[in-house]
């Protein structure tokens, strides 16, 4: 139980050009999603919380207008990071908190993204 | 605010020794504790959680941890350490209401023959 997945695994785009990335929760109803950026050989940065129906909460210094998140429903969120740039090229990863146990994240397997 | 601290960067264990993984924290309160493992390319898999009770917690992969408010420490120990567990390893510290995580550095496991 507990699984979150995301797509894609991995891609590739031109600067300028904006890409989505999608987080499901699979076996269970989300109320809160996660998004993290990862880079080589570091921890976690938690970019934003998104919360089913209501507007993502970002953290200090993440640029919301350029990563856009959308938690339509309990089992699916999206960032979308838009008119991206080489320096936003990174591993982002989301994760999930089920309705009980709510203190528990569940991690996706995270997306590569590369911005030639 | 909460904090993680992980001290070591990096682990070298010789495959069927023992391991422990290091990690103290940062909190006023009873904190909610996690590890997780990174293994390359992948996302977080959860090892195993404390949030009260009985303070060493058994987890999946044969790994353990045990919480000790006296040293704000929750170790990570597994008796014998197999290939597959080089790895990369995040202690992590949540609180009771707050969904957030706060993550350490992260320890990569290297495993030797």
């Known amino acids: 139980g507990a699984v979150v997945s995301q797509h894609p695994s991995w891609v590739i785009c031109k600067s300028g050009t904006s890409v989505k990335i999608e987080c499901r929760s699979l076996d269970f109803q989300a109320t809160t999603m996660f998004w993290y950026r990862q880079f080589p050989k570091q921890s976690l940065m938690l970019m934003a919380t998104?919360?089913?129906?209501?507007?993502?909460?970002?953290e200090q210094g993440v640029e919301k207008d350029k990563f856009l998140i959308n938690h339509a429903s309990l089992t699916l969120s999206t960032l979308t990071v838009t008119s991206a740039h080489p320096e936003d090229s990174s591993f982002y990863i989301c994760?999930?908190?089920?309705?009980?146990?709510?203190?528990?994240?569940?991690f996706g397997p995270g997306t590569r993204l590369l911005v030639l | 605010a909460q904090s993680v601290t992980q001290p070591d960067i990096h682990i070298t264990v010789s495959e069927g020794a023992s391991l422990e993984l290091r990690c103290n924290y940062s909190y006023g309160a009873t904190p909610y504790l996690f590890w997780y493992v990174q293994s390359p390319g992948q996302g977080l898999q959860l090892l195993l959680k404390y949030f009260s009770g009985d303070t060493l917690v058994q987890g999946i992969k044969g790994f353990e941890a045990e919480f000790k408010r006296s040293q704000s420490s929750f170790n990570l120990r597994k008796p014998s350490v197999h290939w597959s567990d080089a790895a990369e390893y995040f202690c992590?510290?949540?609180?009771?209401?707050?969904?957030?995580?706060?993550f350490g550095t992260g320890t990569r496991l290297t495993i030797i023959p």
């Open positions: 992590a510290v949540g609180t009771f209401g707050n969904e957030k995580l706060t």
């Open positions: 994760s999930a908190t089920p309705p009980t146990g709510q203190e528990t994240q569940y």
């Open positions: 998104s919360n089913e129906g209501s507007k993502a909460t970002y």
